[in-house]
């Protein structure tokens, strides 16, 4: 789960990171009021987002102008209206595709003087199942390019959790960045209460790009993103409270609403599975026979037949859907009911591409028996391979 840049900074000021002062609004008649609340004679509008690259990103519409998705303005009056180019309008970034993202939310933040960017972020790092710390002299929106281009600049290293977070730790991130003084007591305070607040919260990422170090030496976090572990939210309300259904793919939202494993694709074959493992095998060995899947979707173990509906419905309502795979390996899930899922979905939505299941484990002979007596139009499957050339047969027509 993620939340927007100024929701982030609520859970920073909460835990006594310094950030600056800042107004979020809805509605383009909120602007003036907004801007005028805050400290000149520098003013930083935001659009708020789920999504990176927000200042080099581009709107779609003219009327928005042609500056990216966070804009400078010297004087409150321009601050609000800058702010009102930007609402409703769809804004475009190398991390929302091609669609764009529609900005409802603009953060209004004071300005400050700028005297060194750097890149600080805290992560899980899957590889030693530890949480990381990764750091960089080259803060900003070129981070992706540093990584890329000079690896060197960026600096990692985990934390041992038996021994947990240590002052060193602070250090070693202060040093990697250059602080000297008093810059280095404030770098070790900042380590230490992201830590907590990584913990506390069941982050997953926590990115504060840029950290900058002001005229007068002080540490401030001047953009922060932040993503949570899903599976630990009904331990955390205050994370849940910030949650935005808007930034979300409806049918990955509606998935969620049925404890559906479900991730939209940007291919043509609509994939219904159970285990993630299967579904995994049955999105290669489509990408093999020469399609692309549309999703992945697991029904899980226990599916119920309103649960199997339920997905059916989600991959019909995808527009890119040419054919649709069914693939069941029956352990725990009976292959009846994932049939008899099957026939109900179609009968409510109705079937308008090629349909091919196949079924195998428990019970699997009275789901075919069902899927045979429904008088559906369904392409029977022996085996995955059978089934992932059958469906992209009927797909491609060849």
Not at 170 to 182: E, H, Q, Y
Not at 234 to 253: C, G, I, M, N
Not at 266 to 293: H, Q, R, W, Y
Not at 303 to 315: M, N
Request: glycine share 10%; with cysteine; proline share 2%.
């Amino acid at each position: 789960m993620n939340i927007h840049e100024y929701q982030a900074k609520q859970f920073l000021r909460e835990y006594g990171i310094p950030v600056l002062d800042g107004r979020i609004i809805y509605k383009a008649e909120e602007a003036k009021t907004a801007a005028g609340e805050l400290d000149g004679p520098l003013w930083v509008v935001k659009a708020q987002i789920h999504a990176g690259g927000r200042g080099k990103g581009k709107f779609i519409e003219e009327s928005a102008g042609t500056q990216g998705g966070v804009r400078l303005a010297s004087s409150a009056s321009d601050a609000a209206e800058e702010a009102q180019k930007m609402l409703g309008r769809t804004l475009v970034t190398k991390q929302t595709g091609n669609e764009g993202k529609e900005v409802r939310r603009i953060y209004i933040e004071e300005g400050c003087q700028i005297a060194k960017e750097f890149y600080l972020a805290v992560l899980i790092d899957r590889s030693t199942s530890r949480i990381a710390f990764v750091a960089s002299k080259e803060g900003g929106m070129d981070i992706e390019e540093v990584a890329s281009k000079f690896p060197e600049k960026i600096i990692k290293f985990t934390v041992d959790p038996a021994s947990g977070l240590s002052g060193f730790h602070g250090r070693r991130v202060a040093f990697a960045l250059g602080l000297k003084g008093k810059q280095i007591k404030q770098c070790v305070y900042l380590v230490q209460t992201l830590y907590k607040l990584f913990c506390e919260k069941d982050c997953e990422m926590l990115e504060i790009n840029p950290l900058i170090l002001t005229n007068d030496e002080k540490l401030v976090c001047l953009d922060c993103k932040m993503g949570f572990d899903s599976n630990a939210m009904y331990r955390q309300p205050s994370v849940v409270a910030f949650h935005d259904e808007t930034e979300e793919d409806p049918k990955e939202l509606a998935a969620s609403k049925f404890d559906l494993n479900y991730i939209a694709l940007d291919g043509e074959i609509g994939c219904m599975v159970n285990g993630a493992g299967l579904a995994m095998a049955t999105m290669d060995i489509i990408k093999l026979f020469g399609s692309e899947p549309a999703n992945f979707l697991d029904v899980g173990g226990g599916a119920t037949k309103e649960k199997v509906t339920e997905a059916f419905k989600i991959i019909t309502s995808d527009k890119n859907v040419k054919g649709i795979l069914v693939n069941i390996f029956g352990g725990i899930m009976r292959c009846d009911v994932i049939a008899e899922g099957v026939v109900e979905a179609v009968k409510n939505v109705g079937l308008s591409v090629p349909l091919v299941v196949r079924l195998e484990g428990t019970n699997v002979d009275k789901g075919k028996d069902i899927i045979n007596q429904s008088g559906l139009n369904v392409i029977a499957a022996d085996n995955l391979s059978d089934a992932a050339r059958k469906i992209v047969t009927a797909v491609k027509g060849s």
